[in-house]
Nanobody
Framework: QVQLVESGGGLVQTGDSLRLSCSASGLSFSRYAMGWFRQPPGKEREMVAAISWGGGTTKYYSESVKGRFTISRDNANSTMSLQMNNLKPEDTAKYYC?????????????????????WGQGTQVTVSS
C-alpha cells in the first residue's frame, strides 16, 4: 500500500522560505513521477510542481510558482522536496504530495491532477502579510 507523508509546513511571513518534504513507501519510488499539489481554503486542488521518474530530469511548475519554488527528489531515500522561496499570502494552502498513476508514466508538459493517483494527508502552509 502506497503511503505518502508530507512535512515541513508552517506559519511564515511574506518573503520567507519553507522546505516541504514527502516521504514515500509502498512503491518503487524511482519509477514514479511525483507531484506537489495545493488546495487553498474553499478552492479546488491545483498542481504546483511535478518531477519525472528516474533522475527527475523533467520538471514542471505552475506559472504562479515558477522562479520561486524548486522541486527535487532523492530516490535513495524515497523522498521528494519542494523548496519554496519568496512566499506570498496567495501561497497559503494545504500542500499535498502525490505519485503518478502509473510506474514509468510519461510526464506531459502540462501534467494534470488526473495523472496522479496516490495522495498524502497534506501539510498546511500559511503565509501572513
Amino acid at each position: 500500500q502506497v503511503q505518502l507523508v508530507e512535512s515541513g509546513g508552517g506559519l511564515v511571513q511574506t518573503g520567507d522560505s519553507l522546505r516541504l518534504s514527502c516521504s514515500a513507501s509502498g512503491l518503487s519510488f524511482s519509477r514514479y513521477a511525483m507531484g506537489w499539489f495545493r488546495q487553498p481554503p474553499g478552492k479546488e486542488r491545483e498542481m504546483v510542481a511535478a518531477i519525472s521518474w528516474g533522475g527527475g530530469t523533467t520538471k514542471y511548475y505552475s506559472e504562479s510558482v515558477k522562479g520561486r519554488f524548486t522541486i527535487s527528489r532523492d530516490n535513495a531515500n524515497s523522498t521528494m522536496s519542494l523548496q519554496m522561496n519568496n512566499l506570498k499570502p496567495e501561497d497559503t494552502a494545504k500542500y499535498y504530495c502525490s505519485a503518478h498513476r502509473y510506474p514509468m508514466g510519461a510526464m506531459s508538459s502540462a501534467p494534470r491532477k488526473a495523472d496522479f493517483a496516490s495522495w498524502g494527508q497534506g501539510t498546511q502552509v500559511t503565509v501572513s502579510s
